[in-house]
């Protein structure tokens, strides 16, 4: 097999050390405040995502048992993907660990209703009240989860 | 290794032309939001790799910033593609990939994809400015050939697992042990420096 090593020029390198420019904490301020005004239309899409899965694989969802890994997969995403600012209240984790468990029920091709079920609850607890929950009780909560992901 | 950013680096993106890409909207936007406030003044934003090739025909960019969990074709897919039938001018750039969550499955995909870095969803600015500042800084060589085409997958060098020889003569072992003397006093340090002048 052959193998070429080489070192393509680094474009962004050049020009990252360009005079002029901001300071990182200035770029990070800046970004900050970006993202602040997605606010309240990420938590809206957060929301719509976690009742969309309520729906689907809530434990009263009356087609639950014939919908797919990939689909609760992909729909837990979407939660991920804006829970930076639900990132106090846990939303974020609970969301990843769900995740995983899904992850996993697809690599053995069997759903654990019971682990969707506590993931589930957690998410819509963690959404109404994590922030506020004292830091043991909601750390506490998380890593209950991670160990019913893995189990 | 590239030094670490720090708060009263000055950093530099207006002359940047970026690509994001994220198949959801609402994290396209966050993502868009970030980059903008880094300074970056030529965004363009891709919903979908089918758009990101397109855009990628007839721009150059400096930095892509792309989801891995995408219906169709992934972003492991897109970085292989640019990668290897990309065009000749994006064919190198720095790839960055955000993912919520790396599937057991697709480990061996990620380390794979050829990308430069990997970030974890949800993406928070600090973060994401040290990889770019991380990326825009590193010394790695690019490795092509029949199996994988990107960045050379071994930087840290930091020698072989504990416990076992390695598989290059040069590697370093993992365990070092206990300190065998104790340390030198720094007028000792200090003479390893000193020019000496040596007969040839």
Redesign the interface.
Known sequence: ?????????????A???????????D?????????E??RD??LA?LDEALEGIEARFGATAPGRAGEDFETL??M???I?????FA?DAGV?EA??SL??LV??C??AGVWRWDAVDVHLSALRLLRNVGASLPADQRRGMLDGLHKVAQR | MPEP????????????TVLVL?D?G??L??LS???????VRTLHRAESVKDAQALIKIHTF??IISDV?MPEVDGYEFIQWLRREGPETN????VILVT??T???QVFKNRDAGSNFTVA??????V??ER??W???E?R???????YVGP?RRFKHEGPPVGTDGRRKDDLQGDVGDAQEPNMSQDEINSLMKIAKVQI
């Open positions: 097999m052959t193998v070429r090593k080489f070192r393509p020029p680094n474009r962004l390198a020009m990252i050390k360009d005079r002029g420019g901001i300071l990182a904490k770029a990070i301020a800046a970004a900050e405040a970006n993202v005004t997605l239309s990420s899409a997969y992909t837990t995403l979407k991920i993907d804006v829970a930076g990132a974020d969301a990843v995740c995983a992850d996993g697809a690599d | 950013l720090n708060s009263s680096t000055r950093i530099n993106l207006e002359r940047a994220d959801n609402p994290s936007d966050i939001g970030v980059v903008s406030g880094f300074g400096d930095l969990q064919r190198y750039v720095p919520g969550h599937r057991t499955a969803k949800p993406i928070t600015p600090k994401l400015l770019i500042f990326v825009a800084r010394e060589a690019f490795i092509e050939c029949d199996t050379d």
